[in-house]
């Protein structure tokens, strides 16, 4: 059991059967009245949202989360294949399950599935990964007063905002939990 203070960011409870990882955390400790924790919770089932705001004695169960790694195969209609890169078994995972994950995957790209006992919850990707540009706007001259950028398209489909010095061909690097131009590779 987990104590809500000594809850951190990335940690998995167990809350009304449910599986929540938490995303922030903040401890209240009002003038007047007793003190509360103000958390951002995702549960990793539906990937939705949640806030939630706990008393200071209230305790969890923390849910003991396994990751695999896996290669991306490819994609079949609705269904995105991944093979485990030690036993070579395959997973099948639904458009649902993938959400906008589906933006970052590349064929043999190594990402970890997330499991919660036997049930397959979804899929981990790396931090930053490197993209090449397909389609960039071309810069307009003279415009580097400020951080100018300009649209550019990464060769998963995703549009990125990118520095106006970034052309079509490039290789860049992107955060794939906010899916923001982070520098070239």
């Not at 009245?33 to 008393?55: C, I, V």
């Not at 061909?169 to 131009?181: L, Q, S």
């Amino acid at each position: 059991m987990v104590d809500v203070n000594n809850i951190k960011n990335g940690m998995t409870l167990l809350i009304e059967g449910n599986i929540y990882q938490v995303v922030e955390f903040l401890h209240v400790k009002p003038g007047k009245g007793s003190a509360f924790m103000k958390t951002k919770l995702k549960n990793l089932r539906t990937g939705s949202n949640l806030e939630r705001t706990f008393n200071t004695n209230v305790k969890f169960e923390e849910a003991r989360i396994d990751r695999k790694a896996v290669t991306y195969l490819y994609e079949a209609g609705d269904t995105f294949y991944f093979m485990d890169v030690v036993t070579y078994d395959q997973f099948e995972l639904s458009a649902e399950q993938i959400g906008d994950n589906k933006n970052y995957l590349l064929e043999n790209m190594e990402v970890s599935l997330t499991f919660y006992g036997a049930e397959l919850l979804g899929i981990t990707l790396p931090e930053k990964m490197e993209y090449t540009v397909v389609e960039a706007e071309p810069g307009i001259k003279d415009s580097t007063a400020s951080a100018a950028t300009k649209n550019a398209k990464i060769e998963t489909g995703l549009a990125v905002r990118v520095p106006m010095f970034i052309n079509e061909g490039d290789r860049i690097v992107i955060t794939t939990y906010d899916g923001k131009y982070y520098g070239r590779a």
